[in-house]
């Protein structure tokens, strides 16, 4: 899909410069005695100066949010890095209310400390064996489970929240890889529908100098 969606912006990106190269090309009031040269580098300039203006209300339109642009190119490595933080420490307090069920409500002490050991160790990559024993002693006082039952769930739930996390990392990248695939394109549309503009412009000029009619030049390209 990102793929077909950057292919579809670079073709509506080149088609339209083209369009609006050609028309500003034609349009162009000739200069008397001006040689070929100079006839094509103005009315090539004239192509240019559409895409440019085109790309200026299409950057104003971005920047007050009626594009999507700056949505994508807001997926920087910073923001994906904040998204998995996230995701961590609100996986973190949903499994310590899990790893604390049982007859009786635990306390939101108990339950703010299993989730700060949580987010704590995920965050520095990996929970440690100290850990892993004072988060069964904590269920162990909190729950009517003996200390091998707790261990074993301290171990599911933790085994649950890295996968979480592994999650949470693998989005965050696709996210900066989309980003910077779409900034690719972005550069690479541009690039091209300028260079689109200014050939479409002097076509443009060439049938006006000519005197090709819109019907004429229809017929010639079926």
Same mark, same amino acid.
């Given at each position: 899909m990102a793929i077909?969606?950057?292919l579809w912006l670079i073709w509506t990106a080149v088609t339209s410069s083209g369009a609006g190269g050609y028309f500003a090309g034609r349009m162009r009031k000739p200069i008397g005695d001006a040689d070929a040269d100079e006839v094509e580098t103005r009315d090539g300039a004239h192509g240019v100066g559409v895409w440019a203006l085109a790309t200026l209300i299409a950057v104003v339109l971005a920047a007050s949010g009626v594009?999507?642009?700056?949505?994508l190119l807001g997926a920087t490595p910073g923001g994906a890095a904040g998204s998995v933080a996230g995701t961590i420490e609100h996986s973190a307090d949903y499994l310590a209310g899990v790893a604390l069920r049982g007859d009786a409500l635990p306390s939101k002490e108990a339950r703010a400390e299993v989730a700060g050991v949580l987010v704590r160790s995920l965050s520095e990559g990996e929970v440690t064996e100290a850990d892993r024993s004072y988060l069964s002693r904590v269920l162990t006082a909190q729950t009517r489970l003996d200390p091998t039952q707790a261990r074993a769930r301290i171990d599911q739930v933790i085994s649950d929240a /890295?996968?979480?996390?592994? /999650?949470a990392i693998k989005s965050a990248e696709q996210a900066r890889i989309f980003a910077l695939i779409g900034a690719f394109v972005l550069a690479a549309s541009l690039l091209v529908s300028g260079a689109a503009a200014y050939f479409a412009a002097v076509l443009g000029g060439q049938h006006r100098n000519e005197n090709i009619g819109f019907a004429r030049f229809g017929s010639g390209l079926r």
């Open positions: 077909c969606g950057g594009g999507s642009t700056v949505k /890295e996968l979480a996390r592994d /999650e």
